[in-house]
């Protein structure tokens, strides 16, 4: 499988649509998400 598989026909601002998506991606979870998370998995004391 040629490095860039397929990429080369793909639009100029797909690049940074992929950048933006990893960064985001990335970020951490804030406390009252993961608590939100945790209480609905039916983990929490609500």
């Known amino acids: ?3 860039d598989s397929g990429r080369e026909n793909e ?3 797909a ?5 933006l998506y990893n960064s ?5 979870l804030p ?3 993961k608590d939100l ?3 609905l998995d039916g983990g929490g004391d609500a």
């Open 1 to 3: 499988m040629p490095p």
């Open 24 to 28: 985001v991606v990335d970020e951490p």
């Open 37 to 39: 998370l945790k209480k």
């Open 15 to 19: 690049g940074g649509l992929r950048k």
């Open 11 to 13: 639009p100029g601002w």
């Open 31 to 33: 406390d009252s998400f």
